[in-house]
């Protein structure tokens, strides 16, 4: 109860505060541990316009009562600790100095990183570390069509995703969008088994058998009825598909691209300090 009229206070205070001629700078005080004081002018800003009045007291009696917490076990843990323990100059500087490092490799490389890999990097990279990119879980190429399973068009669309032709296909591409039906029909694009199973409402108990015998199948929910089409597996624990791991080579091309860029820079500059004798070691 006591906190509570504490922050309603706050509240009163925070919104009159700059209303008020003179008023300390850090307005008045609305707790205290010890000898530190917690005022109003720190919790400006906390409370976004707009907010509700039981929800602006809410978030105010949490900011209190967490910084009230937070004073007691740094007052509990100073009161326990020596001067040596609690000195920490050289761990702040290092931490400073790494923060500065960091900021400006990540400017320089922002600025000098040449971003763009070529194909033929990719594609050099996934034949020299082919073993590098085994599966962990089977993944495959599909395409589906999921439209209520009383539709009139359901024979149209089966016929349609069946076929090989790239003009049935053009139009499988149209009729799904005519009938706004839910539909997967880039055959090139690699999914999990599992990303593909949470698509289509399918339970499989044995993954690879069921790759193995099904290269078309339907299957329905409730509502919908899923026409699907594998064009492609692979099996886990086999070489992952360069298609499915571009992306993935590509990342880890440009951070190979990037340590070299860095060490290569530290490099320079420790020659160059050297050359100008901006450094002596005694």
Not at 75 to 92: G, I, K, W, Y
Not at 171 to 186: G, Y
Not at 196 to 204: C, D
Request: proline residues 2%; positive net charge; aromatic residues 10%.
């Amino acid at each position: 109860m006591r906190y509570f009229v504490i922050t309603v206070f706050l509240l009163i205070v925070i919104s009159a505060c700059k209303f008020l001629p003179g008023h300390k700078k850090q307005g008045a005080s609305v707790a205290r541990v010890y000898d530190k004081y917690l005022y109003s002018d720190e919790l400006k800003g906390l409370i976004p316009a707009g907010t509700k009045p039981k929800d602006s007291i809410e978030i105010a009696r949490t900011y209190i009562n967490n910084w009230i917490r937070q004073e007691l076990l740094l007052h509990q843990a100073e009161s326990n600790l020596s001067d040596e323990q609690m000195d920490f100059t050289r761990q702040v500087e290092q931490y400073r100095n790494s923060l500065i490092i960091f900021q400006y490799e990540s400017e320089l490389v922002r600025q000098k990183l040449d971003t763009t890999v070529s194909q033929k990097e990719i594609e050099d990279y996934y034949e020299k570390n082919q073993a590098n990119f085994q599966l962990r879980e089977n993944i495959l190429r599909a395409v589906y069509v999921s439209v209520n399973k009383n539709s009139p068009q359901v024979k149209r669309f089966r016929q349609l995703l069946r076929s090989s032709k790239e003009a049935d296909r053009d139009k499988l591409t149209e009729l799904c969008r005519q009938q706004s039906v839910n539909s997967r029909l880039d055959d090139q694009l690699w999914m999990s088994f599992s990303e593909f199973a949470a698509k289509v409402p399918l339970k499989v108990s044995n993954q690879q058998t069921f790759l193995d015998e099904n290269t078309y199948f339907e299957v329905q929910d409730t509502t919908n009825l899923y026409l699907v089409q594998i064009k492609e597996y692979k099996i886990k624990e086999s070489v992952s598909p360069l298609s499915f791991e571009t992306s993935n080579i590509r990342t880890i091309l440009l951070i190979k691209r990037k340590s070299e860029m860095l060490t290569r820079m530290e490099e320079d500059l420790f020659k160059a300090a050297l050359g100008k004798k901006n450094f002596e070691i005694y």
